[in-house]
């Protein structure tokens, strides 16, 4: 049974602001309960990236060659993105709820989801640690509609990200993709808020309600005096990080797992036939972006590698929205985190339809 202290409760009359560490008591695991399933991935990972290292593969087979190395090349790939996402973690616990809500502004409304997606468009972090990012904001009382609209704008929009795509494939497309993941993030996110209103969908039970005289101001005030800047708080910062990020590393952690037994045992070849610019090359897309777990950092490169070897800007797209419309480790984390399948579900039923439009879209302009 769930501890009492993180189920929703009644709205007070006055507004109660949550203490930063105050869901220390709601641990992503039961004290005593082992996670099976953080244990199992991380030990894998971590025996097949110390292999790459230690055995001599002249003798072995070569899936163990080809796990071993993609195992190197994720890890390497995405472990700042997650030290990061852990920092602004951390730093998200102990930033005050009401300041956190005052900046995203009101759920459910327009410049709320607004505010979210420029959020997710400027956030400079890799896809996983904006979904470390986006998994803390929703325990911090975003709205269901705000979360999604942060996570839908944010896979690869990244400032040093955006700029590699200019160069691969020129200027107006990288344009067009930023502007058409904008408006999937603002539509999809309002038709999460409106499903939350009208009670197709849970409601976030760590919302709360600014006060009309609420003063951002003194709270930065206050943050500041208290902040201190040594190796031991960002030490601090990053283990609370990390401990508070524990369901979304358990599924990176899997994904890692997953995506070398795809590179191991299936033919490349596979996927680069299927990735013409039709509506079969647009869903064997979508199910090669599902499988694969890739980072935002090699996803922009395979999506600009389908941009210009296939001939298909929707597929580049849709490769670069499915790391947030259809992965698994995205999915898991949302249930995780908000304790339903219909708010993790709702995702890919929100956005895919869009991203499959946007998709054939571009690719008829592009053909």
């Not at 009309?212 to 910062?237: H, K, M």
């Not at 395979?302 to 992965?327: E, K």
Request: proline share 5%.
């Amino acid at each position: 049974m769930a501890d009492p202290c993180c189920s929703p409760k009644k709205e007070a009359a006055e507004p109660q602001m949550v203490e930063p560490h105050a869901s220390a008591c709601c641990a992503d695991e039961p004290h005593g309960r082992i996670d099976w399933l953080l244990w199992i991935s991380l030990s894998l990972v971590a025996v097949l990236y110390a292999s790459y290292w230690v055995l001599d593969f002249a003798g072995l087979p070569e899936w163990l060659h080809h796990m071993s190395g993609g195992v190197v090349e994720l890890v390497h790939t995405m472990w700042w993105g997650v030290a990061a996402g852990a920092l602004f973690v951390g730093l998200l616990a102990r930033i005050p709820q009401g300041l956190v809500i005052s900046v995203l502004g009101r759920g459910g409304s327009v410049r709320g989801l607004v505010r979210a997606t420029l959020a997710g468009l400027f956030f400079d972090l890799c896809s996983h640690g904006i979904l470390m990012v986006g998994m803390q904001l929703y325990k911090r009382g975003a709205s269901l509609g705000q979360v999604m609209a942060f996570l839908i704008a944010s896979p690869w929009n990244s400032l040093s990200l955006t700029v590699i795509l200019i160069a691969l494939i020129g200027l107006h497309w990288t344009l067009l993709f930023i502007l058409c993941s904008a408006l999937i993030a603002l539509l999809a996110g309002y038709l999460a808020d409106r499903m939350v209103a009208a009670g197709r969908l849970p409601a976030n039970p760590n919302e709360v309600h600014l006060p009309d005289d609420y003063d951002w101001r003194g709270e930065v005030a206050e943050l500041w005096e208290r902040s201190e800047l040594t190796p031991n708080s960002v030490v601090g910062l990053l283990w609370e990080g990390i401990r508070g990020s524990q369901m979304v590393v358990r599924w990176l952690l899997v994904g890692i797992v997953l995506a070398v037994l795809v590179r191991a045992f299936v033919d490349p070849a596979l996927f680069q036939q299927w990735f013409g610019p039709s509506l079969l090359g647009l869903g064997a897309t979508l199910v090669a972006a599902t499988v694969l777990e890739v980072c935002s950092e090699g996803a922009t490169p395979l999506a600009a590698d389908i941009f210009s070897r296939a001939a298909a800007p929707g597929n580049a797209f849709a490769f670069l929205m499915a790391g947030v419309s259809t992965d698994y480790t995205e999915l898991m984390s949302i249930k995780d985190t908000s304790g339903s399948w219909r708010i993790a579900l709702a995702l890919p039923l929100l956005t895919l339809p869009q991203v499959i439009v946007a998709g054939l879209l571009m690719n008829g302009f592009g053909t």
